[in-house]
Nanobody
Framework: QVQFAESGGGLVQPGGSLRLSCAASRSIFSIKEMGWYRQAPGKEREWVADVTTGGSPYYADSVKGRFTISVDNAKNTGYLQMNSLKLEDTAVYYC???????????????WGQGTQVTVSS
Protein backbone atom coordinates (compact mmCIF):
# COMPACT_ATOMS: atom_id res chain seq x y z
CA GLN A 1 0.00 0.00 0.00
CA VAL A 2 1.33 3.43 -0.93
CA GLN A 3 1.26 6.14 1.69
CA PHE A 4 2.13 9.80 1.45
CA ALA A 5 3.91 11.83 4.08
CA GLU A 6 4.29 15.58 4.40
CA SER A 7 7.39 17.28 5.74
CA GLY A 8 8.80 20.76 5.97
CA GLY A 9 6.38 22.35 8.40
CA GLY A 10 7.52 24.40 11.34
CA LEU A 11 7.50 27.77 13.04
CA VAL A 12 8.15 30.84 10.92
CA GLN A 13 7.77 34.59 11.39
CA PRO A 14 5.28 36.60 9.33
CA GLY A 15 6.73 37.31 5.92
CA GLY A 16 8.85 34.17 6.01
CA SER A 17 8.86 31.12 3.76
CA LEU A 18 8.51 27.37 4.04
CA ARG A 19 8.50 24.58 1.50
CA LEU A 20 6.32 21.59 2.21
CA SER A 21 6.99 18.24 0.61
CA CYS A 22 4.63 15.30 0.07
CA ALA A 23 6.48 12.09 -0.72
CA ALA A 24 5.23 8.64 -1.65
CA SER A 25 6.36 5.82 0.61
CA ARG A 26 7.64 3.80 -2.34
CA SER A 27 8.23 4.12 -6.04
CA ILE A 28 5.10 4.63 -8.10
CA PHE A 29 4.46 5.16 -11.80
CA SER A 30 3.17 8.71 -11.56
CA ILE A 31 1.33 11.30 -9.56
CA LYS A 32 -1.53 12.45 -11.76
CA GLU A 33 -2.81 15.19 -9.49
CA MET A 34 -1.57 16.76 -6.28
CA GLY A 35 -3.64 18.85 -3.93
CA TRP A 36 -2.89 20.68 -0.71
CA TYR A 37 -5.42 21.41 2.02
CA ARG A 38 -5.18 22.98 5.45
CA GLN A 39 -7.11 22.97 8.68
CA ALA A 40 -6.79 25.68 11.28
CA PRO A 41 -7.89 25.12 14.90
CA GLY A 42 -11.66 25.22 15.18
CA LYS A 43 -12.15 25.45 11.44
CA GLU A 44 -13.05 23.04 8.67
CA ARG A 45 -10.41 21.71 6.30
CA GLU A 46 -10.08 24.00 3.29
CA TRP A 47 -8.62 23.58 -0.13
CA VAL A 48 -5.39 25.49 -0.81
CA ALA A 49 -4.10 24.48 -4.23
CA ASP A 50 -3.93 21.68 -6.75
CA VAL A 51 -2.25 20.80 -10.02
CA THR A 52 -2.52 18.00 -12.54
CA THR A 53 0.60 16.70 -14.21
CA GLY A 54 1.13 18.86 -17.28
CA GLY A 55 -1.70 21.16 -16.34
CA SER A 56 -2.09 24.59 -14.82
CA PRO A 57 -2.11 25.06 -11.06
CA TYR A 58 -5.09 26.46 -9.21
CA TYR A 59 -5.00 28.35 -5.95
CA ALA A 60 -7.40 29.56 -3.32
CA ASP A 61 -7.74 33.34 -3.42
CA SER A 62 -6.20 33.57 0.05
CA VAL A 63 -2.86 32.15 -1.13
CA LYS A 64 -2.75 33.23 -4.77
CA GLY A 65 0.50 35.01 -5.59
CA ARG A 66 2.21 33.70 -2.44
CA PHE A 67 2.09 29.89 -2.75
CA THR A 68 3.38 27.70 -5.58
CA ILE A 69 2.40 24.06 -6.07
CA SER A 70 4.49 21.62 -8.08
CA VAL A 71 5.09 17.92 -8.66
CA ASP A 72 8.34 16.12 -9.43
CA ASN A 73 7.37 12.72 -10.76
CA ALA A 74 11.00 11.63 -10.94
CA LYS A 75 11.02 11.86 -7.15
CA ASN A 76 7.39 10.82 -6.59
CA THR A 77 7.06 14.02 -4.58
CA GLY A 78 4.84 17.08 -4.56
CA TYR A 79 5.72 20.47 -3.13
CA LEU A 80 4.06 23.58 -1.80
CA GLN A 81 6.33 26.62 -1.71
CA MET A 82 4.87 29.15 0.71
CA ASN A 83 6.19 32.73 0.67
CA SER A 84 5.10 35.89 2.45
CA LEU A 85 3.46 33.84 5.15
CA LYS A 86 0.77 35.45 7.26
CA LEU A 87 -0.57 34.71 10.72
CA GLU A 88 -3.74 33.35 9.14
CA ASP A 89 -1.75 30.69 7.25
CA THR A 90 -1.26 28.86 10.55
CA ALA A 91 -2.78 25.40 10.16
CA VAL A 92 -2.08 21.72 9.69
CA TYR A 93 -1.36 21.20 6.01
CA TYR A 94 -2.35 17.99 4.24
CA CYS A 95 -1.49 16.70 0.79
CA UNK A 96 -3.71 14.56 -1.35
CA UNK A 97 -2.37 12.65 -4.32
CA UNK A 98 -4.05 10.87 -7.19
CA UNK A 99 -1.55 8.35 -8.47
CA UNK A 100 -0.91 5.18 -10.41
CA UNK A 101 1.31 2.38 -9.19
CA UNK A 102 1.94 1.25 -12.74
CA UNK A 103 0.69 2.36 -16.19
CA UNK A 104 -2.11 -0.23 -16.22
CA UNK A 105 -3.36 0.23 -12.67
CA UNK A 106 -6.39 2.18 -11.65
CA UNK A 107 -5.92 5.65 -10.25
CA UNK A 108 -5.77 5.67 -6.46
CA UNK A 109 -6.05 8.44 -3.89
CA UNK A 110 -3.82 8.95 -0.90
CA TRP A 111 -3.68 11.50 1.91
CA GLY A 112 -0.76 12.49 4.06
CA GLN A 113 -0.94 12.65 7.84
CA GLY A 114 -0.44 16.41 7.99
CA THR A 115 2.33 18.79 8.96
CA GLN A 116 1.97 21.77 11.27
CA VAL A 117 2.74 25.25 9.98
CA THR A 118 2.78 27.99 12.60
CA VAL A 119 3.25 31.61 11.64
CA SER A 120 4.00 33.73 14.67
CA SER A 121 6.09 36.68 15.69
Amino acid sequence: QVQFAESGGGLVQPGGSLRLSCAASRSIFSIKEMGWYRQAPGKEREWVADVTTGGSPYYADSVKGRFTISVDNAKNTGYLQMNSLKLEDTAVYYCKAEFKIDPYASTQNGWGQGTQVTVSS
